[in-house]
């Protein structure tokens, strides 16, 4: 059985702050989920399945059903970081495609900027077996990157000019969006000349982190058909996690090997159907591997690729992350999936903004990446399609 | 580059206690599934290889390869505050890469596939780290 086409994206809601000290973590979710209800034109009484990651308060999805006033019938806490939204959507779709509900709500919330919530991960928890193995080394998030980044490099000859592209792309697109955290364009020699933080990689090849959230709503097709929004088709998802691998971790490929295999045969395309790429940016490093692993070029050949400027948007061959993404825009509580959605959502539905809004956009993918890119992650990939695809 | 690193003292579980306690002798030991003969890293009770609980512990070389590295410019927890120190995965002669530091080593020198060696740095607690150091013949010094 697949999800093809079982589930629908009705409404979806990024909130528009990067800076939110005057509310809390439980009511920054339900902002947002009024938010998505309303742009799909539901209400929270319609909502009969209700997903979050186990960094929303309390006790898991329990806690935010309560202060939503929510009973719905199935409920989901899947931890995965990053990619956990992403994997949420597929989750949400196979509900739905069996009938345990018909309305899923799926909310992010974060405040790392004004405080309130951690910068997300778990990393040093001392019951987690590697702990011991690891933590008392010093790794730290960019660290972990930087080791994959110096390893691509060595195997594959990729540059750190290469890698700043990326960013480049990411201001030259956020200077659009009137949120954006960063709404200045840069230069490959800003980045290079930016502070190192951790060996090849710059302040610049790092993410913003903002307080902020966002949410998507899931529907059954039937009530996809009955509201007066355009709503977009699931094709097809796919998640995988990758670990050390009994200390045979390879540092140049992400999860996304695994994960866009599976979403891509669900929806029945290749990645040279795709019109737009939402793709998980933490870091430079993050998105030059995941194109490569999804097959939007070859391994190793990232570099290259995003030189000849195919991630531009609009005319780009991969327009990537129009929303400035997580290196320019926001990356919430140090999870961007959500917000992947999100942006795929709008150029699918023409509301991205215009200087960047892809032109006949039919099919986009969403990518998130949980963890580490230096030990272990989650990866979940969405395949996405206009009502009709 | 860093002189002194930090030392935490590490969480011992069960499982891996044998590992700790060869450390605090400055012994690194790791453990081989005896069904399939797996190295396995880090220290368990199962062989993520192939489910066996069959594992006996050997002493292994202590040299490795680098295989990748990074100089961290911004520690944070006992790392903060002391200045750039490298961050490494080692690739050990008996196969497995372990996430470790290298120490007393000029890190401009310093390359992926760089040939190292063990050193142990003592936590006080009975155990000890394990960090790596680049070999250097005389001839090169
Ligand atoms: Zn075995």
């Not at chain 1, 929510?70 to 949420?88: F, K």
């Not at chain 1, 690891?134 to 930087?146: D, K, N, R």
């Not at chain 1, 690729?305 to 990537?320: F, I, K, M, N, T």
Request: hydrophobic content about 35%; some cysteine.
């Amino acid at each position: 059985m697949s999800i093809r086409g079982k589930a629908f994206i009705a409404g979806a809601f990024e909130h528009p702050l990067r800076e939110i000290p005057d509310a809390s973590l439980a009511q920054i979710h339900a902002d947002v989920a009024l938010g998505a209800l309303a742009d799909a034109g539901l209400s929270l009484d319609d909502v009969d399945g209700y997903f979050c990651a186990a960094d929303a308060p309390g006790f898991g999805g329990i806690s935010m059903a309560e202060y939503m006033g929510m009973r719905p019938r199935y409920v989901d806490t899947t931890e995965s970081g990053g990619s956990s939204y992403v994997a949420h959507v597929g989750h949400a779709a196979a509900a739905i495609a069996v009938g345990k509900c018909r309305v899923a709500l799926v909310t992010l919330a974060g405040k790392p900027r004004t405080g309130g919530s951690p910068p997300g991960g778990s990393m040093g928890d001392p019951q987690a077996p590697e702990t011991s193995f690891e933590v008392a080394y010093g790794p730290t998030t960019p660290s972990l990157y930087a080791l994959a980044a110096k390893r691509h490099m060595h195997e594959f000859g990729t540059t750190s000019a290469q890698l700043a592209e990326i960013k480049v792309t990411a201001s030259r697109h956020a200077k659009h969006n009137p949120n954006a955290l960063l709404q200045k364009e840069v230069t490959v020699e800003e980045v290079l000349e930016s502070p190192m933080v951790s060996d090849p990689l710059h302040r610049l090849d790092c993410c913003v982190v903002t307080d902020g959230g966002g949410a998507v709503v899931v529907v059954a097709p039937e009530i996809a058909q009955a509201l007066e929004r355009d709503c977009i088709k699931i094709l097809g998802h796919g998640e995988s996690p990758k670990h050390t691998d009994n200390g045979r971790v390879d540092l140049t490929y992400t999860g996304a090997v695994w994960s866009g295999p599976l979403a891509f045969e669900e929806a029945g395309t290749t990645p040279k159907d795709i019109d737009y790429a939402s793709i998980y940016d933490s870091f430079t490093i993050t998105v030059l591997e995941t194109i490569e692993d999804l097959g939007f070029c070859e391994k190793g050949a990232g570099g290259p690729y995003v030189e000849s400027g195919a991630l531009r948007a609009p005319d780009g061959e991969l327009p990537l992350n129009t929303d400035g993404g997580g290196l320019c825009n926001n990356h919430p509580s140090n999870r961007g999936g959500m917000t992947k959605i999100i942006e795929a959502v709008r150029q699918l539905r023409d509301e991205a903004n215009p200087a960047v809004q892809v032109g006949d956009c039919q099919l986009a993918l969403a990518h998130g990446t949980g963890g580490s890119l230096g030990t272990r992650m989650g990866s979940a990939t969405l395949i996405l399609g206009r009502e009709d695809a | 580059m860093t002189g002194e690193l930090p030392r935490p003292e590490p969480v011992v579980s069960p499982e891996a206690r044998r590992f700790w306690e060869a450390t605090g002798e400055q012994r690194l030991r790791l453990q081989r599934c005896s069904e399939c003969a797996a190295v396995v890293w880090y220290p368990r009770g199962i062989c993520p290889d192939c489910s066996s609980s069959n594992l006996d512990w050997f002493e292994a070389s202590g040299r490795g390869l680098v295989y990748s590295f990074t100089i961290n410019h911004r520690g944070t927890g006992p790392y903060e505050g002391i200045g750039p120190y490298i961050l490494a995965y080692v690739e050990l002669e008996e196969g497995p890469r372990m996430l470790t530091n290298i120490v007393d080593c000029d890190s401009e020198k310093l390359r992926i596939g760089q040939l190292v060696e063990v050193r142990f740095a003592d936590t006080g607690t009975g155990t000890a780290l394990v960090r790596f150091t680049p070999v250097e013949t005389v001839a090169d010094g």
